[in-house]
């Protein structure tokens, strides 16, 4: 077993306090490979960010959990080495097995997510709480879920949401102790996050869900999961380029900032980031057939991802400039 604290990483406990008291949310990015991992660490250090950086369980099968560790300890290399102060936590997303959670854990992971929302609420208390006693004995801190959110996203598949219930949040939290809690308030995984027809608008998140859990327990963290925006300018250039993403909308930037300046004080990312990358592969490979160094499409890939986080951080999650 390693400690997440050997490996320089954060739990999320005094980031999501620091979030919250100055009116932002951290950025959770997802990440698969080398490459969306030095895109992430240097736009946040450049932005001066604190950062979440998210495994989902498919990426640490593609990645291999024992290179996964190392790479994360490469990634704090490079920012102690460059005199960074930005806190960075390693966080499972959606864990959906205690002996996931566990595994993570034990592999340095500082934060985990279990992920019991579609279970009965009797049986996801009861998974969320072995979870948090496991890991709160190693100072890991633990995400858990209520409500329901629509849409595909690696192993996470839903036809439907549902709205998380603010009459449950007290005793869910009570119950099981975890430190933070994401919540269905109409974000939604994947590309198309919304079916719209022509002229039609956004529909609005439920903010008044989000108020009312405010209420019932001021001052805890609440996560945002599915807040991709699903950049139009990119989905333009993926579908110039011979893609198919016609109809693929995500959430509007002005809804996530104001969401980030209530309890919200996580924002999961992890669409946008596929889209850039694919987006300028596919433009690099339509313009120049021929090219078949991966160097050469994988490293502007790389710059127009960190690109896009530096722009996130500062112009919709609040966070940048704050370490």
Do not use: W
Not at 107 to 117: K, L, N, P, R, T
Not at 218 to 228: N, R
Not at 260 to 282: E, H, M, P, Q, W
Not at 295 to 307: D, N, Q, V, W
């Amino acid at each position: 077993m390693i400690s997440y604290k050997e490996l320089g990483l954060s739990n999320t406990k005094e980031m999501f306090k620091h979030a919250m008291i100055n009116g932002y949310a951290v950025p959770a990015y997802n990440f698969n490979n080398m490459e969306q991992l030095q895109a992430i660490i240097s736009g946040c250090m450049e932005s001066h960010s604190p950062l979440i950086l998210q495994v989902s369980k498919g990426a640490r099968k593609y990645a291999n959990e024992t290179l996964l560790r190392y790479m994360a300890q490469g990634a704090m290399e490079i920012i102690k080495s460059s005199n960074s102060k930005i806190p960075v936590a390693l966080h499972l997303d959606h864990g959906d097995s205690y002996e996931l959670c566990v595994s993570c854990i034990e592999h340095g992971f500082s934060s985990v997510m279990i992920d019991g929302s579609s279970l009965p609420f009797e049986e996801n208390t009861a998974l969320t709480k072995r979870v948090v006693e496991y890991a709160h004995g190693y100072d890991v801190t633990v995400e858990g879920e209520l409500g329901v959110l629509s849409g595909i996203e690696d192993e996470v598949s839903h036809e439907k949401s549902h709205y998380t219930n603010p009459d449950d949040v007290e005793e869910f939290l009570e119950k099981t102790g975890v430190d933070s809690l994401a919540i269905s308030i109409g974000t939604s995984h994947g590309a198309y996050k919304f079916k719209l027809k022509p002229g039609e608008e956004f529909p609005p998140l439920r903010f008044d869900i989000l108020e009312e859990i405010e209420k019932r327990v001021p001052g805890f963290p609440i996560v945002l999961h599915g807040a991709s925006s699903v950049l139009q300018e990119y989905v333009k250039m993926i579908n110039e380029n011979g893609g198919n993403l016609e109809g693929a909308v995500g959430v509007p930037e002005d809804q996530l900032r104001k969401a980030a300046k209530s309890a919200v004080c996580k924002i999961n990312i992890d669409t946008d980031g596929r889209l850039v990358v694919t987006a300028i592969v596919r433009k690099i490979f339509n313009e120049n057939p021929k090219e078949f160094d991966p160097r050469k499409y994988l490293g502007p890939a790389r710059e127009e991802l960190k690109k896009m986080i530096i722009r996130k951080n500062r112009e919709v999650l609040g966070s940048a400039d704050r370490y």
